[in-house]
């Protein structure tokens, strides 16, 4: 069975599409008088874009934006979005090598021609080497970071953490403080003079159960 893999006439064109795409709010449909008109993007250039952006996931069959085309409007998720974007529409190669992304200029055309089928020096495989590697400037194929809100939630934990531990442990140490126990034994004299029992254990108060030292 015969593989093909999108590509554009006009390689350079997805580069101006993807800036222009940036720049204009998103619509409820991309059609071609989207292109023509807001991505000002015309001709039969304009007109290739569309089924090329449905290829790669930016665009519904019902030419809906994607979620794809959503995350590639924000700053932060782009990168992650074309490289999104890079695997789904180019699944058969990655089929033969899970990181074609990573590979050279030669190295990749190589990969293409091997996974089309076609002959060497073939100017569609050359095309798709060319669409590629404009659309790879904008990808990020970095490991996806912590969500800032996630961050934002551990950071705030962390400093709260911090001053309840702290607290905590001053709490802790005026509470607790430093407790003996001890045994004390006494040898009474043999005698009935209750007097001699009084002074005894008004000794013992006075210097070992005194609570002030």
Known sequence: MTITLPYLASPGSIKTCLEKIKAAATPDRVTVD???TKLQIKGGTGAALIPYLKKIGFVASDGSPTEIYKRFRNHATAGTA????????YQELMRVNEYF??????DLLALIVQTTGVEEGNKVANLTLSTL???KAFSNFEITPTPVGELVKDKNS???DITTQKSGRILNEKKTGLNLSY??????PATSDQAVFNAIFKSLKEHLLNDDE
Not at 82 to 89: N, S
Not at 101 to 106: E, I, R, S, T, V
Not at 183 to 188: C, E, G, K, Y
């Open 34 to 36: 989207f292109v023509t």
């Open 82 to 89: 074309v490289a999104d974007a890079i695997k789904f529409g």
């Open 101 to 106: 992304y990573d590979l050279n200029d030669k």
């Open 133 to 135: 590697k404009t659309l």
């Open 158 to 160: 962390t400093s709260e």
């Open 183 to 188: 045994t004390i034994n006494l040898n009474l």
